[in-house]
């Protein structure tokens, strides 16, 4: 991840295991680029560390474990960004979670699935900064909040 968000993120830290679940790995890291992606976290979401998730399931993640995530958020010290990786994204309702996350206490829950992630790693590799498409997975998100 440090490879992919060069620049942006800094500062990597590994989260401790939780309960022995083989099947996560979490990292935070600290926001410290200045692209548009990177500023609208940290003005408009009051984030300056966010939290990954790596979530290595066969199925969707299911809107339980989007609930668990947002337990590890902590708006008032500046933790209140997360983003999930899994194979297969979020499921539908689990999607909806992460509307509610936003809406009822101001936690961003972003979901980057497998594939985009490679796409983003090719982009690299070709000289592409990530924040273009993080921005436009920020605005997707955003804009698909329901009332």
Same mark, same amino acid.
């Given at each position: ?79 209140? +960004? ?11 309702? !689990?999607?909806? @979670? =992460?509307?509610?996350? /936003?809406? %009822? ?10 594939? +985009? ?11 592409? !900064?990530?924040? @273009? =498409?993080?921005?436009? /997975?920020? %605005? ?8």
């Amino acid at each position: 991840m440090s490879y992919i968000f060069q620049g942006l993120l800094d500062q990597w830290e590994e989260q401790q295991a939780v309960g022995g679940d083989a099947n996560r790995f979490d990292a935070m890291c600290k926001i410290t680029g200045d692209d548009v992606f990177s500023r609208t976290l940290i003005e408009d979401f009051s984030s300056r560390y966010i939290l990954f998730e790596f979530k290595n399931y066969t199925d969707a993640v299911k809107p339980n474990l989007i609930h668990i995530t947002e337990k590890y958020l902590y708006p008032r010290a500046l933790r209140g +960004t997360a983003i999930i990786i899994s194979p297969q994204g979020l499921s539908l309702d !689990a999607r909806a @979670a =992460t509307h509610g996350a /936003l809406r %009822d206490v101001g936690k961003l829950v972003l979901d980057l699935n497998v594939d +985009t992630l490679c796409k983003m790693l090719e982009d690299k590799d070709n000289g592409t !900064a990530p924040s @273009a =498409t993080m921005e436009g /997975l920020l %605005d997707a998100f955003l804009l698909e909040i329901g009332r």
